[in-house]
């Protein structure tokens, strides 16, 4: 018996090695509160210690679609079946959903700091040209 084929988010995720995922900011700290509890965060040691198993939503890129959507990406190896259907009525409700890279890039938001604001710079016919 042949298998199926792949969805485009399955391929996706198989092709990248990671999950995208989008979460409304008030389902964060459940979906935050999930993973320390499942993984027994937090973990102490000798030689170190992991206090939480996802970073602060404080640290997370928001979607630039104006949903005010957190984005976060895992290593398909770090989450598991069981994680899944757990997080399942979150994606039910529209709470969190999975996307593929090239969606998840169309929403990270621009690196403001790449270009310079124009109205910072000089009166540019004053610049002398670049020769070789």
């Known amino acids: 018996m042949p298998e199926e084929p792949l969805t ?10 990671w999950f995208f995922f989008l979460a409304l900011p008030e389902a964060y700290p ?19 210690s992991t206090l939480r198993g996802l ?5 997370l890129q928001v979607a630039n679609d104006e949903s005010g959507r957190l984005m976060l990406r895992l290593e398909t190896w770090r989450v598991t079946s069981d994680d899944f259907a757990a997080l399942q009525p979150y994606i039910d409700q529209g709470a969190l959903s999975v996307v593929t890279e090239l969606e998840w890039l169309a929403l990270e938001p621009e690196d403001e700091d790449l ?3 124009l109205d ?8 002398e040209p670049i020769t070789p």
Not at 8 to 14: C, F, R
Not at 34 to 45: A, F
């Open 120 to 127: 910072d710079l000089d009166d540019l016919e004053d610049l």
């Open 55 to 59: 970073p602060p939503a404080e640290d």
């Open 115 to 117: 270009l310079p604001d």
């Open 8 to 17: 485009a988010l399955e391929q996706d995720q198989l092709d990248t090695g």
């Open 30 to 48: 459940a979906l935050s509160g999930y993973v320390d509890e499942s993984r027994g965060y937090p973990i102490g040691g000798a030689k170190a």
